[in-house]
């Protein structure tokens, strides 16, 4: 499985950005994915999830009314839509495929990684 997340960049505070990961090497609809970000210093943490059929998703307190994922199976592509950027939200964005069933905002549940696209937030 290969996952290629694009989209990042610079933009003011207030501001949206859309990324991108699309898949390659496995039948993509049959997979949750996820969607994390890493701040410099900082671990990795939880930002997305959608489900298999893309019915159910799951967001962190953080960006939940602000951020949507959405899933394109005919496109192998997942997206994450994200509204209202806030400058502590620069961070390296990777999107992750789990193989089991059910949605997840664990990172150590998700099997196969995306290399990131990096997203600065500007004051």
């Known amino acids: 499985v290969q996952l290629q997340a694009s989209g990042g960049g610079l933009v003011q505070a207030g501001g949206s950005l859309r990324l991108s990961c699309a898949a390659s090497?496995?039948?993509?609809?049959?997979?949750?994915m996820g969607w994390f970000r890493q701040a410099p210093g900082k671990e990795r943490e939880f930002v997305a999830t959608?489900?298999?059929?893309?019915?159910?998703?799951d967001y962190s307190d953080s960006v939940k009314g602000r951020f949507t994922i959405s899933r394109d199976s005919s496109k192998n592509t997942v997206y994450l839509q994200m509204n209202s950027l806030k400058p502590e939200e620069t961070a390296v964005y990777y999107c992750?495929?789990?193989?089991?069933?059910?949605?997840?905002?664990?990172?150590?549940?998700?099997?196969?990684w995306g290399q990131g696209t990096l997203v600065t937030v500007s004051s």
């Open positions: 959608i489900s298999r059929d893309g019915g159910t998703t």
């Open positions: 090497g496995r039948t993509f609809g049959t997979y949750v």
């Open positions: 992750a495929l789990r193989t089991g069933v059910i949605p997840s905002t664990a990172e150590v549940m998700y099997d196969y």
